[in-house]
């Protein structure tokens, strides 16, 4: 066990004077960690093209049978997915429900799962499971046990650093264990939607039954996005922990997303994102960006040299090539005529119920599209113990470009209260 601490200690102190040489001399040899360890990385002006490019490069990308839809850049990953997050849109697709090895991106579901369930005042104490629960070489702030964190410092450590054992630990302080944590985090894949996912570990190591879709993560990412203390640890660039009862030193983290801004691959309007990476995996990245009104978001799996020059090519094609439309819905009221039998069921409301939206739809589409070319599309989702909802879809093509929901007048006051992002 002293073995063992002496190691990680030294490990530490390297990767202190790494982030020094991150931050301070751009262009020289820099140790970044991922999820499996420490890998060499030289800084250059741009992700290089390989050469030859990889298999899937000449894979086509969904979107592109649509017609009237922009063609799509040709990516190195396997999969990915561009989706503008309030309206819902996908403005790119490539095999999105294809099953992959997440690696640490799995980490936006396990602190949001943190954000809804705990109190960033509680404090976190590092158990002997956790701390010494991972692979010696695995990413890690080499927290030791009986080590006592904020649940702040925690998540930005399993944010920003990426790191597995306290990882480990905020499933243990959730949940009680990490088999009942994972347990929470499939069934909050499948209140989002996931029909493709399963994980089996909070953290993204290596496991056969931990998998996921580009389709499903934009699904999780775009919740996480609009949880406002998810959104304060993702887009955090430095953050530091001074000494703890277990640590001497500050600890300094620098987040590993390089397309924020001051970073190696910069790109305007980028906002946060989460890293990934294990020889199984390959590079899989999350990214949220905004330019204007419209806010997306990126999800590119099983890639190459951190996945940056896919994303990049995607964001380029989403911000260039699409715009967000108004429908112009009227926020007046709608009814709907009850069946006999109904109206008593329903808290004996009448013959006819009124529906409102809590504010105004927008779709997102290609340039030149304009909103009478649009499919209106509704759903009453019916309920015989709450209140009922329309859902109006939208599509052009016959691909949903957006959404809105009315809803029962009781609902509507709690509904204005929410921001819309």
């Known amino acids: 066990m002293l073995e063992m601490k002496k190691t990680r200690l030294r490990k530490w102190i390297c990767g202190i004077l790494c982030i020094g040489l991150t931050v301070s001399q751009p262009g020289v040899l820099y140790a970044e960690e991922n999820s499996e360890g420490y890998e060499e990385t030289e800084v250059t002006e741009a992700t290089p093209t390989p050469i030859p490019h990889t298999e899937a490069y000449e ?11 922009p063609t799509a850049p040709k990516i190195e990953g396997k999969s990915a997915i561009l989706m503008d997050m309030q309206t819902g849109s996908i403005l790119y697709s490539k095999n999105p429900d294809e099953k992959l090895y997440p690696a640490s991106i799995t980490k ?6 943190a954000c809804e369930n705990l109190d960033l005042k509680d404090k976190l104490v590092m158990s002997e499971s956790a701390a010494y629960g991972i692979e010696a070489n695995s990413s890690s702030i080499y927290a030791d046990t009986g080590e006592e964190f904020t649940m702040e410092q925690a998540l930005m450590a399993v944010m920003l650093e990426s790191a597995n054992e306290v990882s480990l630990a905020v499933a243990e302080k959730t949940s009680g264990s990490v088999k009942k944590f994972v347990e929470l985090m499939n069934k909050r894949a499948r209140q989002l939607g996931c029909t493709n996912t399963h994980f089996n570990n909070p953290n993204g190591l290596p496991d056969k039954q931990h998998f996921t879709t580009a389709s499903d993560m934009a699904k999780i990412a775009a919740a996480a996005w609009y949880n406002p203390l998810f959104r304060k640890f993702t887009s955090r660039i430095l953050y530091e922990i001074p000494p703890t009862n277990k640590f001497g030193e500050t600890r300094y983290f620098l987040n590993h997303h390089k397309m924020m801004e001051g970073r190696d691959y910069a790109y305007e309007g980028v906002m946060g994102g989460k890293t ?3 020889n199984e995996a390959g590079s899989t990245l999350v990214t949220y960006a905004k330019r204007g009104e419209m806010r997306l978001v990126v999800v590119v799996m099983g890639s190459i040299n951190g996945a940056y020059g896919d994303t990049a090519s ?10 967000k439309v108004s429908m112009k819905v009227n926020l007046n009221k709608t009814t709907r005529r009850n069946l006999p039998c109904e109206k008593y069921l329903l808290r004996n409301n009448g013959n006819d119920m009124a529906f409102y939206y809590p504010h105004q739809i927008y779709v997102t589409v290609p340039k030149g599209i304009t909103s009478d070319q649009m499919e209106l599309r509704k759903t009453t989702e019916k309920s015989v113990i709450g209140p009922w909802r329309v859902l109006n879809e939208y599509y052009y093509e016959d691909h949903m470009v957006g959404s809105g929901v009315q809803y029962e ?13």
Do not use: C
């Open 314 to 323: 995607l964001l380029d094609y989403g911000f260039q090539n699409f715009q």
């Open 108 to 113: 936006i579901m396990t602190t949001l799962l």
């Open 59 to 69: 894979e086509p990308a969904e979107t592109d049978a649509l017609k009237g839809w």
């Open 276 to 278: 990934g990476y294990t």
């Open 409 to 421: 007048k009781e609902l509507l006051s709690e509904l204005l209260l929410k921001p819309l992002f």
